[in-house]
Every structure is written in structure tokens, then in C-alpha cells.
């Protein structure tokens, strides 16, 4: 794989492939998380649907991995093998490709963010500048999953890393901001989930679009900003403001 500046661009990818299944593979290219791997990533997603063509059924990017699923009928797994190596040979990384910013308007409150100011706290520093730092730079969605329109982001700073709950919750109200480990997401329906819940934003996350085909607002390599908004605001916006333990 061809390889660049690693300063600008990050470290080159090193292509490992493990069967997961009688129609699909692992395409692993790093092992640790970084935002510089997205521009490969998303290289290699452009070059694999390209090679594979119709006989593609499925291709997943994440923050180190694509899952690759192809159709058994059309191609054995020693050809699929030969054609993956083949399109990611001279890979090289997307320049300039940053994806949609998506500003995102947040309800930071204990009502709404039950984890805010436990981790204020045991950061040591006050709730105000946990917000702050929540929201001072953009993070890059690297996969979608867990749930419709659930997008994967980071990477959250170093310091304010946090580990998920022991007991995940029952229910999670719809638009929930959360961090877990060096991640960040957003819920985008009720459902269950064992991320420290800081806030809560009353955009709508997945839906369907103007053909009536199920859409999601972000997409891997898109970049998303959190940005606080008051509690009027919020209820300005169509935010519930139902605390989050009265809806469990």
C-alpha cells in the first residue's frame, strides 16, 4: 500500500484478512483508533466496491476494519482474497476528503445527562468546562451500527476517557449524547445502552428520504460538533426535556 507523510496522513495500513463467516470477510488495516485512519478507510471502501462490483452484497467500514460481504454464487473465497490484495495494493489515502460538519445542538443538564457532573467530578474539574471540552473539536464518525442511524465518533480526548456503565440502562431516550471509553455517540431511538449520558439533542438521527428509503443524517467521514445550547433553545428546537430516569 502506497504510504505519504505519516505526520498529515498517519500510519500506512497493514492489510490482514480473517474469514468471519461462509460469505464475508475482515479487512483489517490498523489496530489502534486514530482520526487518520478514516482518509484510508474510506479509500479502501471506494476501491473494494469498485473491484467487486455486483458481487458485492455489503462493505461496512469502522474505526480499523471493513466487513466485507460478497455473493458465494459469484465468487469462491481464494478469488474474493486475490481481488481484495489486488484493489488495495497502491492504496493510498483520500486528501481534503473530510466529509459533511454536522453542528449539533446539546442540552447539557443532570435531568437530561444524569453522568455530567459524576465525571465533573472525578476529572476534577467543574461541569462548565466538561461541556467545554466535550465540544472542543469535531469528531469523526468512523461507523454506523449498534442501532439505525447509531454513528460511532471519536476520538474523544485522552483525559476525559471514561469507561461504560457496569449496569447498562433499559431504556435511553432518543437523542441522548454519550461518551464511552475514547467514544462518542448520540442515540437515535430509545433502546438500551451503557454510555455516560452528558446530554441531549433534539435533532432527528435516521428517517427516510425523499424516495422513502431509510436514511441516516451522518455517514462514516463526516464530522460532528457538539455545540450547547440552552434549555429554551432546546425546546425551541422540538427537544423533550423528560428527565432521563423518568422515562425508564
Known amino acids: ?33 486514530e482520526e487518520s485512519n ?3 478507510i474510506l479509500a479502501a471502501d471506494g476501491a473494494l466496491r469498485e473491484a467487486f462490483g ?4 455489503d462493505l461496512v467500514p469502522s474505526y480499523t ?9 459469484a465468487l469462491e473465497e481464494g478469488e474474493v482474497r486475490a481481488r481484495i490484495q489486488a484493489a488495495l495494493e497502491n ?11 454536522h453542528e449539533v445542538p446539546v442540552w447539557y ?9 459524576p465525571i465533573a467530578a472525578r476529572l476534577g474539574i467543574s461541569v462548565e468546562a466538561l461541556i467545554e471540552r466535550h465540544g472542543a473539536h469535531d469528531y469523526c464518525v468512523f461507523a454506523l451500527g449498534f442501532a439505525p442511524g447509531f454513528a460511532f465518533m471519536g476520538v474523544l480526548e485522552e483525559a476525559l476517557t471514561t469507561p461504560r456503565l457496569k449496569t447498562p440502562r433499559q431504556k435511553i431516550a432518543p437523542g441522548s449524547v ?4 475514547r467514544q462518542a455517540a448520540i442515540y437515535p431511538s430509545r433502546s438500551p445502552g451503557g454510555w455516560n449520558i452528558l446530554g441531549r439533542t433534539p435533532i432527528t438521527l435516521f428517517g427516510r428520504n425523499e424516495a422513502g428509503e431509510p436514511s441516516s443524517r451522518f455517514m462514516p467521514g463526516d464530522r460532528v ?24
Do not use: C
Not at 492504496?91 to 460538519?101: D, E, I, R
Not at 454519550?178 to 471509553?181: E, L, Q, Y
Open 1 to 33: 500500500m502506497a504510504g505519504g507523510n505519516s505526520h498529515e496522513r498517519g500510519s500506512s495500513p497493514q492489510l490482514r484478512l480473517e474469514t468471519v463467516g461462509m460469505d464475508s470477510l475482515i479487512i483489517r488495516l490498523f489496530d489502534r483508533i
Open 38 to 40: 478514516m482518509a484510508w
Open 54 to 57: 455486483t458481487a458485492l452484497v
Open 225 to 248: 460538533r457538539f455545540v450547547s445550547v440552552s434549555r429554551e433553545e432546546f425546546v425551541r428546537l422540538g427537544g423533550d426535556v423528560t428527565p432521563l430516569e423518568e422515562r425508564a
Open 178 to 181: 454519550g461518551i464511552a471509553d
Open 65 to 73: 476494519t471493513l466487513l466485507l460481504h460478497y455473493d458465494v454464487a
Open 109 to 117: 443538564d443532570d435531568s437530561v445527562g444524569p453522568e455530567l457532573a
Open 91 to 101: 492504496l493510498a489515502p483520500q486528501s481534503g476528503q473530510k466529509g459533511q460538519l
